[in-house]
């Protein structure tokens, strides 16, 4: 039985969220052992809390440069793993991995990286669901690991704090506060903005309030979509805990397919995820019933997994009142 276990996923904000499936497995299956997560700074920040977890290492590869990484392969050397799993293995994770020399080392198959484990997992291209596929390499290891949703936690002073920022960006009332996000990394996934306009006043002239929610490099964006209309906030400048915070401590979300949604839909909170180019089957691994809830609208062109895209016809064809309803339906029953 191992008793030192080390699971690895340096990268990004949703994908990070989407392993927490497999923390909890790990901790049913090895109840007293050491548990440790390595990922890269910031998305560590998500995992705090987290009751199956003993540490979190997190690394900002670009500040610490080749020494510093150097140093990680030492402290994972000294660390004495029985059991490394590597969820992403990518060139970088793969070497991390390896470094341990962990007595059973797991990870994806790949021809190039193979060498770095000792159990290569090939998942069967029938398993859609990312946290499935995650699953897949405990699975492999002949462990227990029925399919759980992706979960995030927060304690009661971080919702009180969550709770203040909000107010101090102008939401007064998060309880009945509906965060709604414009912006998105990739153009493509990007409801139209005129929508998310008509969204807060629909949101608003139900008996909750809205406000605008803007990550990094979207505060530009995020203030046009309203002009500046002082009856709809806009929080930015949170980091990735003090987003988990507000998140939190609002009524719910509504947002573009990404990280966010996935990290309110882990807290629990009424969520609504807008998907367009992307597949609903693989990045939205919530269920149906709950309190997240994935809208998309069939076109002939989707999924095409583009990042860009000239008219968007499968997010043009998603209605104002059909995302509204949802989320105060999720509000009302939560």
């Given at each position: ?140 290891l002949g462990l227990q690991a029925s399919a759980s949703l992706p979960e995030l936690f ?165 209605g104002v009142e059909r995302v509204a309803s949802e989320i105060r339906r999720l509000v009302?029953?939560?």
């Amino acid at each position: 039985m191992a008793e030192r276990i080390l699971i690895s996923r340096l990268r990004y904000m949703g994908d990070v969220v989407l392993t927490t499936p497999c923390v909890r497995r790990l901790r049913d299956n090895f109840p007293d052992a050491k548990i440790d997560y390595l990922t890269q700074a910031p998305y560590g920040e998500l995992l705090l809390e987290n009751p199956f977890l003993n540490e979190i290492i997190s690394v900002d590869f670009r500040r610490v440069g080749t020494f510093g990484s150097l140093r990680l392969m030492w402290k994972l050397l000294r660390a004495r793993y029985d059991l490394a799993i590597d969820l992403l293995s990518n060139p970088r994770s793969a070497l991390l991995t390896a470094s341990t020399l962990a007595r059973r080392r797991v990870g994806t198959y790949h021809l190039s990286r193979s060498w770095a484990y000792n159990l290569n997992v090939r998942v069967p291209l029938s398993v859609r669901s990312a946290v499935e596929h995650h699953l897949e390499h405990l699975r492999a290891l002949g462990l227990q690991a029925s399919a759980s949703l992706p979960e995030l936690f927060v304690n009661e002073n971080e919702k009180r704090e969550g709770a203040r920022l909000l107010k101090e960006a102008g939401a007064q009332a998060p309880a009945r506060t509906v965060l709604l996000q414009p912006g998105a990394k990739w153009q493509a996934k990007r409801w139209p903005s005129k929508r998310f306009a008509e969204l807060a006043r629909a949101v608003s002239a139900n008996g909750l309030r809205a406000a605008l929610l803007a990550g990094p490099g979207e505060e530009a964006y995020t203030r046009s979509v309203l002009s500046g209309r002082p009856e709809f906030p806009v929080v930015s400048g949170l980091g990735l805990r003090q987003l988990a915070r507000v998140l939190s401590a609002a009524a719910g979300y509504v947002g573009n397919d990404g990280g966010p949604a996935h990290v309110s839909a882990a807290l629990g909170k009424p969520t609504v995820s807008i998907f367009g180019p992307s597949e609903p089957d693989i990045w939205f691994p919530y269920g149906s019933g709950g309190k997240a809830v994935c809208v998309y609208a069939e076109a002939q062109c989707r999924p095409c997994h583009l990042h860009f895209c000239e008219h968007v016809s499968c997010l043009e064809a998603i209605g104002v009142e059909r995302v509204a309803s949802e989320i105060r339906r999720l509000v009302d029953w939560a």
